[in-house]
């Protein structure tokens, strides 16, 4: 698998992890649970953008 193709999928699933953690945290007014759901999620959404421009650059 080409390093693009597998940031794009690991920032994707990582994405939805994140965001999973911060909907239950936010459901149950667990801050930290929710902080850490976004902070997973934003990390999951630069991951996917590198794969993105690994695809373009073609590395």
């Known amino acids: ?10 920032g994707a699933a990582r994405e939805i992890k994140g965001k999973a953690k ?3 945290g ?4 667990n801050a930290r649970q929710e902080d850490e759901g ?11 953008k590198v794969g993105d421009v690994k695809k373009v650059f073609g590395k």
């Open 22 to 24: 911060e909907t239950l």
């Open 38 to 48: 976004t902070a997973e999620r934003v990390s999951g959404k630069t991951q996917r």
């Open 1 to 10: 698998m080409k390093s693009s193709t597998r940031d794009r999928a690991e």
């Open 26 to 29: 936010r459901a149950t007014g």
